[in-house]
């Protein structure tokens, strides 16, 4: 099955500070999707995005899956942003895997 | 819209009981997920429900796991007996294509632990 690599595991900012969160994968996807885990455990569906670009507020997301690897940016970092980030990817009909995430910090 | 609702929240039990977790998802979706999440571990899939057939449950520890999806809506994951390694949070998902895994739609996830 595909493989899910996430850079970096962790990450450590400070308030206001801009990040990029990266994901690779081992083979053609036709699902990419992005996750936020709060201290809760609740994932939260961040973005859908096999291919292309897309923005919401301070998030957006680019997925080249001819280069198999999508980023997650996040501007203007807040604490609220903190938790863990996962992405998961599949082609066709085979499971949604997910990578080992990136935890994700923001310091006030 | 309501999302997907998981219940109970948290649950402890010994080594060798028996817990059920319920699950009913957002209104309208087909296919229904149960994820095992170990601390510090991503997600994994232990079984896809469309409506109320089994789609792949390749990774579900059937000698102590089981799972129904009745009528096609809500859904139960039970573990009988339950190990100390099954300690994990429990996440049910939805997604509304019938074919295809589209986009996951997850509850807040039931967090278990076995002493």
């Known amino acids: 099955g595909i493989q899910v690599e996430q850079s970096p595991p962790d990450l450590i900012l400070q308030e206001g500070a801009n990040s990029t969160l990266r994901c690779n994968f081992s083979?053609?996807?036709?699902?990419l999707q992005w996750f936020h885990q709060n201290p809760w455990g609740q994932l939260i569906n961040l973005f859908y995005i096999p291919s292309g670009t897309k923005q919401n507020g301070r998030l957006s997301a680019t997925t080249v899956a001819t280069e198999r690897y999508s980023l997650l940016y996040i501007s203007s970092s807040q604490t609220t942003d903190s938790g863990v980030y996962f992405c998961?990817?599949?082609?066709?009909?085979?499971?949604?895997?997910f990578g080992t995430g990136t935890r994700l910090t923001i310091i006030p | 819209e309501a999302g997907v609702a998981q219940s109970p929240r948290y649950k402890i039990i010994e080594k060798r009981q028996s817990v059920a977790f319920w699950c009913n998802p957002i209104s309208g979706h087909a296919t229904l997920y149960w994820y095992q999440q170990i601390l510090g571990q991503g997600p994994k899939l232990l079984i896809q429900f469309q409506n109320n057939g089994v789609v792949d449950d390749s990774q579900l520890p059937k000698d102590r796991f089981s799972a129904e999806r009745l009528k096609g809506v809500d859904s139960t994951l039970k573990i009988q007996p339950a190990k100390l390694e099954d300690s994990a949070v429990y996440l049910c998902a939805s997604s509304p294509l019938t074919s295809g895994i589209g986009e996951l739609f997850f509850g807040e996830g039931s967090r278990l632990t076995v002493l």
């Open positions: 998961a990817a599949n082609f066709g009909n085979e499971k949604l895997t």
């Open positions: 083979d053609s996807v036709n699902n």
